[in-house]
């Protein structure tokens, strides 16, 4: 049966990274024997622009009834001064809550060739391997009240913290199962000294330790988290955390591996459709220019082959195909480093790079 897959390249580079990513993506189904249906939609500024929304009806339509949705990123300048409500960033959210994509994995995964590209010493980074999953339907950025209004003659701007138990027992078992597969290391990262709802959150973590008792679990405040993680940062395996600290330490742990281009990342559904995109942004400032690193979107492209389409040998094959790249000595501008040999090539190439040494 054919699995229909939804390209969102959104704003900026999107575009430019979902091309390479989108013939590596066509070259792996082909490889295993599956055929895609791929279709695109419009998502984020150029939405705005084009229909006067974010997140046109159809756009979300079309990704819930899809087997998988690739983003490119969304958001720019052009459209910083629309009122918060409008702007390209709520077509992203809306996604996210209407496909109820709860849990966002962010790998950081320091391929063995770029450990001098990153900003820390190579010993502590060299074998990197973390799993940050965060809780993205939840917490600051969906919470109400919300707003700006006027108190005492001042304008007071607010927002709500709020987690359910429901929902940080789904996201912690999710957590709890990767880690199952993994190292068998879970930190739970709250603040629970100062904050009630991460309080209830550290007390729900706990009480599914003993179903998962071949996980070693611990708990982190986030302060502690984000000095740790740049001191010694292979402490960690699996990194479960509530949406605005996520997004904080995924970020800061994207940093360790050289770049924010090298990162994928997937958000899954308890079932359904999983949306799959690059940690970057959408870079303006050099879209067009054939200087973004694919590699992000392209690894985005393994982890749908790996969590939507179970294909984890086209999975494998992608990665293999990165890491070969990297090994070989191509870099984007991004993750250039001092060594002699090295060749530095634009976006296109670096697409083309992977396709040839593609071995599924």
């Known amino acids: 049966m054919a699995k229909d897959i939804l390209i969102l390249p959104g704003d900026g580079i999107g575009a430019e990274v979902m091309a390479p990513a989108v013939a590596v993506m066509t070259a792996a189904a082909a490889a295993v024997g599956i055929e895609l249906n791929v279709s695109e939609g419009l998502v984020g500024g150029i939405a705005i622009d084009e229909t006067g929304s974010p997140l046109p009806t159809g756009t979300l339509e079309r990704a819930a009834a899809a087997d998988a949705v690739l983003l490119g990123g969304v958001g720019g300048p052009r459209w910083d001064d629309l009122p918060t409500d409008q702007r390209p960033e709520k077509g992203l959210l809306g996604l996210r809550q209407g496909l109820g994509l709860f849990a966002n994995l962010r790998p950081a995964l320091l391929f063995g060739p770029l450990a001098a590209a990153s900003s820390l ?18 917490g600051i950025y969906f919470g109400e009240p919300r707003g700006v209004e006027v108190r005492d003659n001042e304008r007071v701007g607010f927002n709500t913290l709020v987690y359910s138990e429901h929902e940080i027992e789904r996201i912690a078992r999710v957590a709890f199962e990767m880690a199952q597969k993994r190292g068998g290391r879970l930190c739970s990262v709250d603040k629970a000294n100062v904050l009630e709802v991460t309080q209830l959150w550290r007390e729900v973590v706990t009480g599914l330790a003993g179903e998962y008792p071949d996980v070693e679990l611990s708990h982190m405040y986030v302060d502690n988290a984000a000095m ?64 973004a690193n694919p590699l992000a979107t392209i690894l985005s492209v393994a982890m749908m082959y790996r969590y939507s389409l179970d294909q984890p040998g086209a999975a494998d094959a992608i990665e293999n195909a990165v890491g070969a790249v990297l090994a070989a000595g191509y870099r984007t501008a991004d993750i250039r480093g001092d060594a002699a040999d090295e060749q530095v090539v634009g976006t296109g190439r670096m697409g083309e790079l992977v396709l040839e040494h593609l071995s599924v």
Do not use: W
């Open 121 to 138: 010493k190579p010993e502590l980074v060299a074998g990197l391997d973390i799993l940050i999953i965060r809780e993205l339907t939840g």
């Open 228 to 291: 740790q993680l740049v001191r010694a940062p292979k402490q960690f395996d699996v990194i479960v955390t509530g949406n605005m600290f996520g997004d904080i330490l995924s970020d800061c742990a994207a940093m360790l591996t050289g770049s924010l281009g090298m990162l994928p990342s997937a958000s899954l559904a308890s079932s359904g459709v999983g949306l799959y995109e690059p940690v970057h942004g959408t870079a303006p400032d050099i879209a067009g220019r054939d200087l």
